[in-house]
């Protein structure tokens, strides 16, 4: 399969999902410029369809992105907020973030610094398993910076992107335990 018709099942697949639908039609009313759905709502709607799963099972959260330069916490509080009336109907746990803000409480929390990012899609492309970098933008773009053959074919690598390689056997302990069927490989892609 192409690159292009992987992107194309990709899509599909996370549209399986009625909240990933309702959250991406919603999206643009956030009022926020680059914010992205992102994580484990849409890797984990292509691992239940791989396992004959409804696309909602196993799905811990949902989280949106975005960037804003002002990395006040009550800039960031007025769009959690906002997003709280937005998505509340949907009955799931949303996280949002200011990924310019990131940088300023990742290494107390993570125990590694987070360089400084300018777009918000920059984190899309330093979590922890290269297979599970993916992400949706309010304008319908797509970004799999690693692609989408591990997702797909569900391999558990080490991004060498991330700033937290020490999470790795946790996150790979999560996928695991609600995916049995995935394999963990040594090496980064």
Same mark, same amino acid.
């Given at each position: ?10 899509? %599909? ?23 992205w759905l992102v994580a484990g709502?849409?890797? $984990? %709607? ?9 696309a909602t099972e196993n799905i ?59 777009? %918000? ?13 993916? $992400? ?7 970004? %799999? ?45």
């Amino acid at each position: 399969m192409s690159e292009a018709e992987m992107q194309e099942r990709f899509v %599909a697949l996370i549209h399986r999902n009625p909240v990933n639908r309702a959250i991406l039609d919603r999206l643009p009313e956030l009022g926020v410029d680059d914010a992205w759905l992102v994580a484990g709502c849409l890797f $984990g %709607a292509v691992w239940n369809s791989l396992s004959g799963r409804p696309a909602t099972e196993n799905i811990r959260d949902y989280d949106i992105v975005y960037f804003d330069p002002d990395t006040g916490y009550d800039a960031e509080d007025v769009v959690i907020r906002r997003g709280t009336e937005l998505f509340g109907d949907l009955g799931v746990e949303i996280e949002i973030r200011n990924q310019a803000r990131v940088p300023l409480w990742f290494e107390e929390r993570f125990g590694a610094p987070y360089p400084p990012i300018f777009e %918000a899609k920059t984190c899309i492309e330093r979590f922890v398993v290269a297979g599970t970098c993916c $992400g949706i933008s309010s304008s319908g773009e797509v970004y %799999a910076p690693h692609g989408y053959d591990d997702m797909f074919g569900g391999i558990l690598r080490l991004n060498p992107e991330s700033p937290t390689p020490h999470q790795f056997a946790y996150k790979c302990g999560s996928y695991l335990e609600r995916w049995s069927w995935l394999s963990v490989v040594e090496g980064t892609v």
